[in-house]
């Protein structure tokens, strides 16, 4: 019977909670047996109105074979007990798995295993995730990353799809099928696949170079080239490219990008179009240029998406 702890921190969200104790809830078809527990026994004061009341504390690590940490309110500026942090280091000198999700993997980076390690979170938090922890390789394009004895994933959603995955490297793929039957959910979406942001473009941009920006936008099926957008702002090319990477995290050509392939999403959703139609109208030109780059981005192909999200 494979033992599962599921670590309650100050801030619990629900969810995160509760994926996998359901998930691995012990049944007649699954070897999995779950503790729920936290820092210490007792009431742990939880997100969105909830609390929990746990029977037992960080010795439940002593029996686990995986833990779980879900994710938490506040991660960025809310450091893991020193305890916890302890704790999952010793369970993980034993070869105790260890699995977090969404923002757990706060709390997991914490310990310093993720250094030099691929990792993700959920993508509202990928930015603080690298800054407060400059080691871990933090990738924003992904549902979850298995690093072999640690793992982590995105949202909530994607906790299921974190723990699917887990059932499917313990027991293979019929248990893992007859677990998503059970849960309504998809059997199997690719780790690598990509998380579904809201914008493609990074939100919030600086304020430098915003009215470029904002014209570029309107005029996405133009060719617009380094030369152009910086004639617009009136500055130099080479001066316009630092600033702008300084203001906005990227190139000014990976931005534009992106904006086209954001925009390309929403006639997507939205539109009747065709892929060739939505490709001259974002400015990609052919439907094999939107898809190459709708791909490489997003990790599914336009038709996909369209049928994930059109109304």
Not at 64 to 74: E, K, N, V
Not at 172 to 195: D, E, F, I, K
Not at 301 to 309: A, K, L, N, V
């Amino acid at each position: 019977m494979h033992q599962i702890a599921v670590l309650v921190l100050e801030g619990a969200k629900p969810l995160d909670v509760g994926i996998p104790a359901q998930v691995f809830s012990n049944r007649p078809s699954m070897p999995y047996e779950v503790r729920v527990c936290g820092p210490a026994p007792g009431l742990v004061t939880g997100g969105d109105g909830l609390s929990y009341h746990v029977a037992e504390g960080l010795e439940a690590f002593d029996r686990a074979d995986t833990i779980f940490i879900p994710g938490y309110r506040s991660p960025a500026t809310t450091a893991p007990p020193a305890e916890v942090v302890a704790a999952l280091r010793d369970a993980h000198d034993r070869g105790t798995r260890l699995a977090a999700i969404s923002t757990g993997a706060f709390a997991l980076a914490a310990t310093g295993l993720l250094d030099g390690r691929r990792a993700t979170t959920h993508w509202h938090y990928t930015r603080a995730l690298a800054e407060r922890h400059p080691l871990v390789r933090v990738d924003e394009n992904v549902l979850f990353v298995d690093e072999g004895a640690v793992l982590t994933s995105a949202g909530a959603a994607s906790g299921i799809d974190l723990c699917l995955h887990l059932v499917r490297r313990d027991h293979g793929v019929g248990l893992s099928n007859h677990v998503a039957r059970r849960l309504v959910a998809a059997p199997y979406r690719s780790g690598g696949q990509a998380q579904y942001v809201p914008r493609s473009v990074p939100e919030p941009l600086g304020d430098l170079f915003a009215s470029t920006r904002e014209w570029a936008l309107a005029h996405l099926d133009r060719r617009l080239t380094l030369d152009v957008l910086a004639r617009n702002a009136r500055v130099s090319a080479r001066t316009f490219s630092r600033r702008f990477v300084e203001d906005t995290g990227y190139t000014p050509m990976q931005w534009v990008l992106r904006a086209r392939v954001d925009l390309a999403r929403e006639l997507l959703e939205r539109s009747d179009l065709s892929i060739e139609a939505i490709a001259r109208r974002v400015g990609l030109g052919t439907g094999a240029n939107l898809r190459l780059h709708f791909h490489r981005i997003l990790g599914v192909s336009p038709s996909e998406y369209r049928h994930t999200f059109s109304a």
